[in-house]
């Protein structure tokens, strides 16, 4: 494992859309487990991988009940809404009021190439659309509600 420079706002593949994973080999799963070492490194909840510089449709997620690894992830349905602070390991130190929806459900693939599907309330639910954003080139200061803080 290695950790991973996380690119900042202002470097162009973050605004790039990412690529499907047709195929789970060494090159992702390591990808995968540098993902989790940097992302725990920073501090963070989650990361996905154009924020390490690799346009492929890979994320992981933390918020305090295990690593959750998302290979190709969709968003199946959301539900209800919710707003609050969010921030970036992308944009560091800024933080802004965003309204995403309060439940989602989201079909993956995990690293044994197994789909599943994975319902999120909360913190994770914000978590997914967040890091899914990033598969699209989107991020959440497009989405800050008044000024970004910070």
């Known amino acids: 494992m290695a950790l991973r ?3 900042e706002d202002g470097d162009a593949v973050l605004r790039k859309k990412s690529r499907k994973v047709d195929k789970i080999d060494s090159k992702i799963i390591t990808l995968l ?3 989790v070492e940097t992302m725990n490194h920073a501090d963070g909840v989650g990361l996905a991988a154009p924020q390490v510089g690799i346009l492929k449709r890979v994320v992981v997620i933390d918020v ?5 690894e998302l290979i190709n992830p969709e968003i199946l ?5 919710q707003t609050d602070d969010e921030g970036c390991l992308s944009v560091p ?5 965003v309204t995403r929806p309060d439940n ?5 693939f995990n690293r044994n190439g197994e789909q599943f599907v994975i319902e999120g309330k909360g913190l994770l639910a914000r978590a997914f659309c967040h890091e ?3 598969l699209e080139g989107i991020l959440f200061t497009d989405k800050v509600e008044g000024k970004l803080q910070g």
Do not use: L, P
């Open 132 to 134: 899914i954003d990033h």
């Open 104 to 108: 989602v459900k989201v079909r993956a």
């Open 93 to 97: 130190g800024k933080f802004g009021k």
């Open 33 to 35: 487990d540098d993902m």
């Open 64 to 68: 305090g009940d295990g690593v959750i």
């Open 5 to 7: 420079n996380i690119r």
């Open 77 to 81: 349905e959301v539900s209800g809404t």
